[in-house]
């Protein structure tokens, strides 16, 4: 029955019925206002409250705005980034994203997977790069302090240099995102380079050789072999050579050619065997020689002695003829070679 005065107000009534009539009137009367004034009060206070919840509801859509609007920015900035030299990885503050350049997992030797969070960047590089990285961005995080320093991937070896800064957004007095831009370093890029150009020079005096060259791994299968090499096993390239592992003298040597290979690496000199090998549809006479390199590697190489072969059978011929004629003659003969050896004589000697 009352809805707005509660208990307290039904037991000042029953002290109403006892008081005379114009003092119940007054009393009524101000019970009325009392009640009149609460409800004013708990209507402004609402009214007061709906105004600032719509009011932080419009600047929590504001912010959501703004907050989408930076992360488009940050993607078309990240998508821009594709083209140039290194990669970046970010820490945007706002969203607490992590993100990074498209081109960065290749970078670190990764490119079937995406770099999630900080730590699997991290884990692309050697141990104690991986921590001093940590270090260096979280002082980054904390106090802004700039910094750059060498790493190196876990993939390949290859040396990186990593370049931590901070940006801010515009208009905005704090820092917006913290950013890590990795490199190739460049003394290291430039020892790269030299390197390459040394490996090609390397590459064409091996492939200009007439004779097939060939290394070994540590399981005694072809890792790379020269043109000849490539031509003599009539394949069609080096990558058909290790696909097939086409070996130049598995027909004729023991374990498909690898036995002297492994004779070789347990000597640890140079071991060689001769056999008369098949070549461009031609038998030839060749040298098969396979010597130790390291990391239980192998190289080997094959020399053709046909020629050699004929000469010495020319040879042959020659020395038979001419001692078939003296001994046809009446007359002794006898031959001595320099240390005075008798190497021939005749019937009439």
């Known amino acids: 029955m009352y809805p707005l005065i509660g208990r307290a ?5 029953a002290v109403l019925v006892a008081m005379p009539a114009d003092a119940q009137g007054l009393a009524q009367s101000g019970a009325f206002s009392a009640s009149l004034i609460l409800a004013a009060a708990l209507f402004v206070v609402a009214l007061i409250a709906t105004g600032l919840f719509f009011a932080a509801r419009r600047r929590a859509d504001r912010a959501e705005a703004a907050l989408a609007e930076s992360e488009r920015e940050l ?13 970046f990885f970010l820490f945007d503050k706002a969203s607490g994203r992590q993100t990074h350049s498209p081109n960065l997992p290749a970078l ?8 999630l969070r900080f730590t699997d960047l991290r884990a692309l590089l050697a141990p104690a790069d991986s921590r001093k990285l940590n270090a260096a961005a979280g002082k980054l995080h904390d106090t802004g302090e700039r910094f750059s320093t060498k790493v190196e991937r876990l993939a390949g070896g290859r040396a990186l240099r990593v370049t ?5 957004g515009a208009g905005s007095a704090g820092t917006a995102a ?10 290291s890029a430039e020892e790269a380079a030299q390197l390459e150009d040394r490996c090609g020079q390397l590459r064409s005096l091996l492939d200009g050789l007439p004779l097939p060259v060939w290394l070994r791994g540590d399981t005694l299968e072809i890792e790379d072999a020269n043109r000849p090499y490539v031509r003599a096993v009539e394949a069609g390239s080096v990558a058909e050579v290790t696909d097939r592992g086409l070996e130049f003298a598995g027909s004729v040597i023991a374990d498909q050619g690898r036995a002297l290979a492994e004779y070789a690496r347990r000597s640890g000199v140079p071991e060689s ?23 239980g590697q192998t190289g080997g190489y094959a020399l053709d002695r046909t020629e050699v072969e004929e000469a010495e059978s020319e040879l042959a ?13 009446a007359t002794a003969i006898a031959i001595f070679d320099p240390g005075r050896k008798m190497r021939f004589f005749n019937s009439a000697y």
């Not at 107000?9 to 009534?13: D, E, M, N, T």
């Not at 913290?178 to 003394?187: K, S």
């Not at 008369?276 to 038998?283: M, N």
């Open 164 to 168: 931590g800064f901070s940006v801010r």
């Open 75 to 87: 993607d078309r900035f990240l998508a821009a980034t594709e083209g140039v030299g290194g990669g």
């Open 108 to 115: 670190m030797g990764d490119a079937e997977h995406d770099l």
């Open 178 to 187: 913290d950013v890590l831009w990795i490199h190739d370093d460049p003394d």
């Open 9 to 13: 107000s039904i037991a000042g009534a």
């Open 317 to 329: 011929r020659h020395l038979t003829a001419h001692a078939e004629v003296l001994e046809l003659l």
């Open 273 to 295: 065997e001769q056999h008369h090998i098949v070549v461009d549809g031609s038998r030839r006479l060749m040298d098969v020689v396979e010597f130790p390199v390291s990391d």
